[in-house]
């Protein structure tokens, strides 16, 4: 790496406006949100896009080849939009857009275009919004308003199961085996479970399996006579 040692005059971009590259066969029409797909070039946002800003001006490449023609976009600035799910109390929340004209306050696998600045009516809104910008930092605040999903995990850190209950049973009915109900589990679930208090009767876990619906077994080596026997869970859901 080479620091400067002398004056290097660079050309600077001023404004809020940009020029992308337009994907070939498709129209941007005036006051489209715009994303840029996995190649670079811009076309009418798809959810998951990169935002590129919105259309000021129509662009139409439907006779070109990609990038043939560039889109002007207004690349940020405050933009009165019609929001699906906003409610007075969504100022400075997170608006996204799942097309070039559909915008809403549920992240899922949309892509984020901007927050909610000043609050009109249910539904509208003023939006401050941007493009290129280094990543906010997470807050707790941020992980609460759902606006962390399994859809914006990198693949190496998707886990492929999720933890979506937990809890102890005391044993009971003097017997090997115990039918317990456990309200929410599914029979497609994992069941994760451990002797957390050993019985009197030194036996131990033998089996631990979610027999239906709502419902676990557990089995141990020798009956547990004095009912003392504390049984720790956790339970496995495939993530969606």
């Known amino acids: 790496m080479t620091t400067l040692v002398t004056d290097k005059p660079r050309d600077y971009e001023l404004g809020d406006h940009n020029d992308l590259p337009a994907i070939t066969g498709d129209i941007l029409y005036e006051g489209a949100a715009v994303g840029i797909n996995g190649s670079g070039y811009a076309r009418p946002l798809v959810a998951g896009d990169v935002f590129g800003g919105f259309a000021l001006r129509q662009c139409d490449n439907t006779g070109g080849t990609d990038g043939a023609k560039n889109v002007r976009v207004v690349a940020r600035g405050t933009i009165i939009l019609n929001i699906t799910g906003l409610t007075i109390d969504d100022v400075g929340k997170p608006v996204y857009a799942s097309d070039d004209d559909t915008f ?57 199961h ?48 979610i027999s239906d619906d709502d ?26």
């Not at 308003?145 to 693949?155: E, F, M, R, T, W």
């Not at 080596?221 to 720790?232: E, F, K, L, R």
């Open 104 to 160: 809403t306050m549920t992240a899922g696998s949309n892509t984020q275009v901007g927050a909610v600045r000043r609050y009109i009516a249910d539904g509208k809104a003023s939006v401050e919004f941007w493009t290129a910008r280094a990543p906010a930092t997470v807050t707790n605040s941020d992980i609460a308003n759902a606006a962390v999903s399994l859809g914006k995990l990198a693949p190496g850190i998707t886990p492929s």
């Open 215 to 240: 419902e676990v077994t557990l089995t141990l080596s020798a009956a547990n006579t004095s009912n003392d026997a504390v049984i720790a869970y956790t339970v496995l859901r495939a993530a969606a």
């Open 162 to 209: 999720i933890a979506v209950k937990a809890g102890k049973i005391t044993w009971s009915g003097d017997g090997a085996s115990l039918v317990e109900a456990v309200v929410g589990v599914l029979a497609t679930d994992i069941l994760v479970a451990t002797i957390e208090t050993a019985p009197t009767q030194a036996a131990y876990l033998k089996a631990a399996e």
